[in-house]
């Protein structure tokens, strides 16, 4: 076992500079030389990163016989002609030293050093190469599945990456072999070893799917302003052009969806609502709370919140599957957006609130007259939590109302 052949294994597949692997394989040799004669002074290493060797040679001025005052930088005529019988004195002396002459200890001892020192090396050059890719997307083959996380192998160097379960879209499923597509969301240092986490669900991840199938994105023609995730659930993008010409969410959907499609898929179905940016506000509430149709919008600026008034029909529209778009809208435009009826005529199957004091105590009622609901159906068509978010009512309280309101439109159906 020598040094050079450890050096030949590693000089292949490792992703280290060439200077550094020089450096790093000098000081090596140098403190085996230091540790035999003392000094490395009088000695040149001559490292071959090409072929994978290197040459150590010991120098030395020639001196007649009997007169070497330091066996360290002289040496005798007879010495050297022993080397070379060409040599005269005066000249350099260079003799080239074989790994065998320090001994098999000390060539074990130091192959352990050039190991710890390359493996340092190239824990650092993954811990870098990764920190500047952080938001960059990256495929990588399922490796192992443990039960917190998954580990991936990089498909373009074979790194380890770790997906762990939290990072995952509600409805991923991975088996071993599968290609996983996420972006790398940061890089930690455990155990004196590089940890790369990657993630599904951070926003970056929609961010960069676009720019992968959106060109006028990548361009820069196309800029995103701001994204809302409910991973795997529903997302708010917006978006806006510096070119008039250019219709943003148009590019960003393509004809009849077809750019928008692949990463729907790749999502799991997420439903991705894509809106163009504004700064007049109203109008940026009004988008946002997609596919809703708004009647009217009144804001308080201090305290950004936003009220906004909608037909019957478009409130359950607006707060969305357990108020996922009224959430996400709220994220987007940084507004608290508090949802209102917007109708002064019952509906031909709705009933007065005012109709249920017998069985609701009034105090409630006018807790649900204050958020706008006067009638059973405009409580009914708010979901509990924008309910609860709402009004000072317990938990409770709020189930009991909904029952007793859900309960007169079973009547009439029986």
């Known amino acids: 076992m020598n040094l050079v052949d450890t050096f030949s294994e590693f000089k292949t597949g490792k992703n280290i500079d060439r200077p550094t692997m020089v450096r790093v394989l000098e000081d090596v040799f140098r403190t085996l030389i230091r540790k035999k004669y003392g000094s490395d002074e009088n000695f040149d290493v001559i490292v071959n990163t090409t072929k994978g060797d290197l040459e150590l040679w010991r120098v030395r001025t020639i001196v007649p016989d009997g007169e070497v005052t330091d066996e360290s930088s002289q040496v005798s005529i007879s010495e050297a002609l022993a080397i070379d019988e060409d040599y005269e004195i005066g000249e350099e002396c260079y003799e080239q030293l074989f790994l065998e002459d320090f001994g098999r200890r000390a060539i074990m001892a130091a192959r352990q050093t050039l190991i710890s020192r390359i493996m340092e090396l190239e824990k650092d050059e993954i811990f870098k190469r990764y920190s500047e890719r952080i938001g960059d997307i990256v495929l990588g083959e399922v490796h192992q599945i443990l039960k917190r996380e998954i580990l991936v192998l990089d498909d373009s160097t074979g790194n380890e990456l770790v997906l762990p379960r939290g990072e995952m879209i509600r409805g991923d499923f991975f088996r071993k072999g599968d290609m996983v597509k996420a972006v790398i969301k940061k890089v930690e240092m455990k155990n004196n070893s590089p940890v790369v986490i990657i993630s599904r669900t951070e926003s970056q991840f929609l961010e960069k799917l676009m720019e992968q199938e959106v060109p006028e994105i990548e361009d820069g023609l196309i800029t995103i302003k701001k994204i809302v995730r409910i991973p795997g659930e529903r997302a708010k993008v917006a978006v806006e052009s510096y070119d008039d010409r250019i219709d943003p969410v148009g590019a960003c959907v393509g004809m009849k969806g077809s750019r928008i499609h692949g990463i729907v898929r790749e999502l799991r179905n997420e439903n991705i609502d894509i809106v163009n940016f504004t700064n007049n506000i109203i109008l940026f509430i009004q988008r946002a709370l997609t596919p809703a149709k708004v009647t ?38 940084e507004f608290e957006i508090d949802v209102y009826r917007d109708s002064d005529e019952l509906e031909m199957d709705d009933v007065d609130l005012d109709e249920f004091t017998d069985e609701i105590e009034e105090w409630i009622i006018d807790q649900l007259k204050n958020i706008g609901c006067d ?40």
Do not use: Y
């Open 296 to 333: 009217n919008i009144e804001l308080e600026m201090e305290e950004k919140r936003a009220s906004v008034f909608l037909k019957p029909d478009q409130v359950s529209l607006a707060i969305g599957k357990g108020g996922s778009n009224i959430k996400l809208a709220s994220r987007l435009t």
């Open 375 to 414: 009638t059973a159906r405009s409580v009914l068509n708010l979901s509990k939590e924008e309910l609860e978010r709402r009004t000072d009512l317990e938990e409770e309280t709020i189930d009991e109302v909904l029952k007793i309101l859900a309960s007169e439109f079973e009547e009439d159906q029986k």
